[in-house]
């Protein structure tokens, strides 16, 4: 099956530093990528709509200047999340969709635990 | 997407088969019925998704309903490994985004 990859799996960092979170298809060209953050015990929320060649679709309330999306090629999509703060440490997850002549599935990464101290 | 309800919790006995529910009365004529779990610390696992013919894959079978109102996803065979929160959600295709509720977690009892 499809396969999206997260690198990296965790990530500890101090507060004011970026964190950069890559997002890639292994299997599949993806034009549009989506991320989530999950806090503990809640759902996942969609943060943004990645799309490649051209820029980003923030959801309301997330702050695109503190979460740079790129969606350099049809395989990756990266998620920085600039001067981190402790309330940024989530659990951070990437999906794709892919089609094939059958069907479209969207597939999720395995996520990206931060954790700002 | 139109809003799916799943109950909060429930329990299944293991080897028994899991049957679960999910609402969907507002979905759209061209709205799927999509199927992910999340095990704990993971990304959400795609199991199965539907129109409206009944599907089966080697995961499990999705059953809808003739007025597409309603769904269940039934694991034939639950094991411990299926304890995990298993989400129902109603969208196009076509790079749509989806939008998760709160899930039903599911507790597979030895």
């Known amino acids: 099956g499809a396969v999206v990859s997260q690198h990296p799996s965790r990530v500890i960092c101090k507060s004011g530093t970026s964190v950069k979170i890559e997002c890639r298809s292994l299997?599949?060209?993806?034009?549009?990528m989506f991320w989530y953050r999950q806090f503990p015990k809640q759902s996942l929320m969609l943060m943004a709509t990645?799309?490649?060649?051209?820029?980003?679709?923030?959801e309301q309330g997330v702050e695109k200047d503190k979460f740079l999306i790129n969606h350099a090629s049809l395989t990756l999509s990266t998620l920085t999340v600039t001067s981190a703060h402790p309330e940024d440490s989530s659990f951070y997850i990437c999906?794709?969709?892919?089609?094939?002549?059958?069907?479209?599935?969207?597939?999720f990464g395995p996520g990206t635990r931060l954790l700002v101290l | 997407d139109a809003k799916t309800t799943q109950p909060p919790s429930m329990d299944c006995a293991e080897g028994r088969a899991a049957n679960l529910p999910c609402n969907h009365s507002?979905?759209?004529?061209?709205?799927?019925v999509y199927w992910y779990r999340q095990i704990h610390s993971q990304g959400p696992q795609y199991i199965i998704h539907?129109?409206?013919n009944n599907e089966t894959n080697e995961m499990a079978s999705l059953i809808i309903t003739e007025d597409r109102k309603s769904s269940t996803l039934i694991l034939p065979h639950a094991t411990l490994r299926d304890t995990a929160v298993y989400y129902c959600?109603?969208?196009?295709?076509?790079?749509?985004?989806?939008?998760f509720g709160t899930g039903t977690r599911l507790t597979i009892i030895p």
């Open positions: 539907g129109l409206k």
């Open positions: 299997d599949f060209q993806a034009t549009t």
């Open positions: 999906s794709a969709w892919k089609t094939t002549s059958l069907q479209e599935t969207q597939y």
């Open positions: 507002t979905i759209s004529g061209n709205e799927y």
């Open positions: 959600i109603a969208s196009n295709f076509g790079n749509e985004k989806l939008t």
């Open positions: 990645s799309n490649e060649g051209s820029k980003a679709t923030y």
